[in-house]
């Protein structure tokens, strides 16, 4: 996790959020490339699972919601978490987090050496196990109490109880709420899904692992909607599109790149359901600080449209044409954390390895994901015409993609940069490519394209860029995309 956080500040992914006055705690701030990576992610989601699906829409709605919307769901009175605060230095922990911190311990076998002692393990001296603040080692915790994670704030200016609003703390509650909206504005039928991407706060007691648990974060949301009555294969539709919408996010991961051997299933065992739930499987990653959450899928059956009716006084039904009956529709819901996945894709992507005799680290996006595609390297930047020419190929090709340029250094340390940000492609300008005006030497017009991953080398010639980078990150295999030009180029 440290060489992460490190290789996200010094190359301008991710900064600890007010930083020159000592920081927001865990609050985080999208640097230059972290947001182009996040905004892949999203775009990628949305595109996969709304843009490309006829049975989804998406809506974008307002994070300060009616107040009356978190009593009906349930936050206002069962969205807390049990904390415990030490009697001496007086932090708070979620209680049932304690026992997975590293605890301090002054142990009684050795004169009252103070030890860091491993999470759940006991003291190797003195066989005692932690039953005080795992923090200051000295303190007793006190008996949990449950603490609310909404964030309060007063719409208006006037601070009362009848101005009190909520930070959303997930972004589900507005697709329930403009559940009849969305069905009658579009027309839609069962089954059908409304998606949303955006902003929720949570007032984590124990937030931390950098961008994993944070106060601020970003979700992505989509609550599906099914006919109870209906089966699918036999089976209940709301079980069966369960399972759907299980298999279809776990391939979505493992398509953009994460690796099988990191990604599990976990099933919530029923006393850990949350109190709308029939059913809910996590996807849990391997993340650098152990097997945890990416994204949980929920069945959270009629719950929400039912309170939701109950506390607003209108009804929330679809109206069965086939058994000509209102159905208060189940729903399935995939929920998960983008600031998770950016962490996840990271991790995952994250290789050190020895080229020559020296560390190569490498991010080894997938090309989509990747937050620069191509990076425009002169190989002589006192070259006027080298500069140019290379300028003028970066301006060409960024109206298709992000594309950089970048003369700040000898070519072989332009390539590491490019490698340790994760570009898949380099474009390098060269004297062959402009040629020698003052001896009369015309240049060929062609450019060496580098792979990131092999870092094989082909020339091609300025005007194929386009059509090549459209096959290259349109999902085209290097060794195929190369062995055709290797073909033509031999014509
Ligand atoms: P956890 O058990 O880790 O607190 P949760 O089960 O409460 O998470 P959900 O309510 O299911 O989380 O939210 C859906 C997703 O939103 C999670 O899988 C996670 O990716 C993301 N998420 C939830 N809380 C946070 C947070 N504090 N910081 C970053 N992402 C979060």
Not at 48 to 71: C, E, N, Y
Not at 168 to 174: D, G, L, V
């Amino acid at each position: 996790m440290d060489t992460l956080v490190s290789l996200c500040k010094r190359r301008g992914f991710v900064f600890q959020s007010s930083e020159i006055y000592g920081g927001t705690g865990s609050c985080y701030d999208y640097g230059p490339l972290g947001v182009e990576l996040k905004q892949n992610i999203k775009r990628l989601l949305w595109r996969d699972f709304v843009q490309s699906r006829a049975d989804m829409v998406g809506i974008d709605a307002s994070i300060l919601m009616h107040p009356t919307v978190w009593k009906a769901s349930g936050h206002l009175d069962h969205f807390t978490d049990p904390m415990v605060d030490c009697r001496e230095c007086k932090l708070r922990f979620r209680a049932d987090h304690v026992d997975a911190l590293p605890w301090t311990h002054y142990c009684p076998a050795t004169k009252g050496n103070k030890f860091t002692i491993p999470a759940g393990e006991p003291c190797s001296h003195c066989g005692a196990r932690r039953t005080l603040c795992p923090d200051c080692g000295k303190g007793q915790l006190t008996a949990p109490r449950q603490f609310n994670l909404m964030f309060k704030t007063f719409m208006g200016p006037v601070e009362e109880d009848a101005s009190v609003a909520y930070l959303r703390p997930e972004t589900a509650q507005a697709m329930f709420v403009n559940f009849d909206n969305v069905l009658q504005s579009m027309r839609l039928k069962l089954p059908f899904g409304i998606a949303q991407a955006g902003r929720s706060f949570r007032n984590e007691i124990t937030p931390g692992n950098f961008i994993f648990r944070t106060r601020e974060f970003e979700q992505m949301e989509i609550e599906y909607f099914v006919n109870p009555r209906d089966a699918v294969e036999g089976r209940p539709a709301d079980e069966y599109w369960h399972d759907r919408w299980i298999a279809d996010c776990m391939a979505w991961f493992r398509r953009y790149g994460l690796r099988e051997e990191n990604l599990k299933l976990r099933e919530h065992d029923r006393d850990e359901l949350s109190h709308y739930s029939k059913r809910t499987v996590d996807i849990d990653y391997r993340f650098p600080i152990g097997w945890s959450e990416l994204m949980g899928i929920a069945n959270r059956t009629d719950f929400d449209l039912k309170q939701h009716s109950k506390f607003s006084g209108k009804s929330l039904t679809y109206f069965d044409e086939e058994r000509k009956e209102h159905v208060v529709p189940y729903v399935i819901e995939p929920a998960m954390g983008v600031d998770r996945a950016v962490l996840a894709f990271m991790a995952d992507a994250y290789v050190e390895e020895e080229v020559r005799g020296e560390k190569r680290v490498v991010l080894r996006f997938h090309p989509e994901l990747a937050p620069v595609k191509v990076a425009v390297l002169p190989l002589l930047k006192k070259r006027e015409e080298i500069v140019r020419a290379a300028h003028a190929i970066r301006a060409d090709l960024a109206k298709q993609w992000r594309v950089v340029y970048d003369d700040t250094a000898a070519i072989g340390r332009l390539y590491r940069r490019q490698d340790e940000v994760g570009t898949p492609y380099c474009v390098t300008v060269d004297v062959q490519t402009v040629g020698d005006s003052e001896k009369g030497e015309a240049g060929d017009g062609k450019v060496t394209i580098r792979d990131r991953d092999s870092m094989a080398q082909v020339r091609v010639p300025i005007d194929a860029l386009p059509g090549v980078f459209h096959d290259l990150l349109g999902g085209g295999a290097w060794a195929q995309v190369a062995a055709r030009l290797e073909r033509q180029i031999q014509k």
